[in-house]
């Protein structure tokens, strides 16, 4: 091994070790009470470390929602690889969002609180690129899901990039809002509500899933 790649290796350990420690702070103090000075005392680093590594801690933060998009990523590939039909195909989109909420619950609520704000026009061009590059393949995967349905003729003529937006955004205003919910009731419902959310959105798209008991499904033909 060179001295190079023994660098490299180096830094990308002690770039884990910071990640592993914000997490940590990040899950028991909750994001804004958090510092780098209490992270840099998690991972037994001084804080001028932290910043050889990260600006700031928004880049901290939003780097540990990378992991959630890889992991995405890779559940959505595997509904992608499954020999399923087209309809049991966009129906497990539903267990794919929730365990990924399961996945990082708190860095997921974050992740989405941060990227419906200015805070990513902060990050430095590596990160946001990696960021982008992520969500946009996570997109294209489930655009080509429902273009599947949409080629078997289960799934209204709709661009598919369209579809795959509009259940992304039903999932993270469900998540948020469901979150904040918590303050009043105390309850997590979202796999109760996701589970409706995903019933409504099937049905409106025209495909053939199996309804609950006694409930016909709707018949949704294309528009004159």
């Known amino acids: 091994m060179g001295i190079q790649e023994r660098k490299e290796r180096e830094r990308e350990r002690r770039r884990q070790q910071i990640m592993v420690a914000a997490k940590r702070v990040f899950s028991e103090k909750g994001f804004s009470k958090t510092t780098m000075e209490d992270i840099a005392r998690q991972a037994e680093l001084s804080p001028g470390t932290l910043y050889l590594y990260f600006k700031n801690k928004d880049e901290l933060y939003a780097s540990l929602s990378l992991r959630i998009l890889q992991y995405l990523q890779i559940r959505l590939d595997h509904v992608v690889s499954e020999p399923l039909s087209p309809e049991k195909k966009i129906a497990s989109l539903k267990d794919v969002l929730y365990d990924v909420y399961c996945f990082e619950p708190l860095i997921l609520i974050n992740m989405f609180h941060l990227q419906s704000s200015e805070t990513l026009k902060n990050l430095s061009p590596r990160l946001l690129g990696q960021i982008k590059q992520l969500s946009r393949k996570a997109l294209a995967t489930i655009a080509r899901i429902f273009e599947t349905g949409i080629r078997s003729k289960v799934v209204i003529d709709r661009p598919p990039f369209a579809l795959a937006d509009i259940v992304w955004s039903l999932f993270s ?14 309850k997590d419902r979202l796999k109760e509500t996701l589970e409706v959310a995903f019933e409504i959105f099937i049905r409106g798209i025209g ?14 033909s294309e528009p004159a």
């Open 173 to 186: 205003g469900l998540v948020v809002w469901e979150n904040s919910k918590q303050f009043i009731s105390n």
């Open 207 to 220: 495909t053939t899933a199996t309804p609950e008991p006694g409930i016909e499904p709707l018949k949704i």
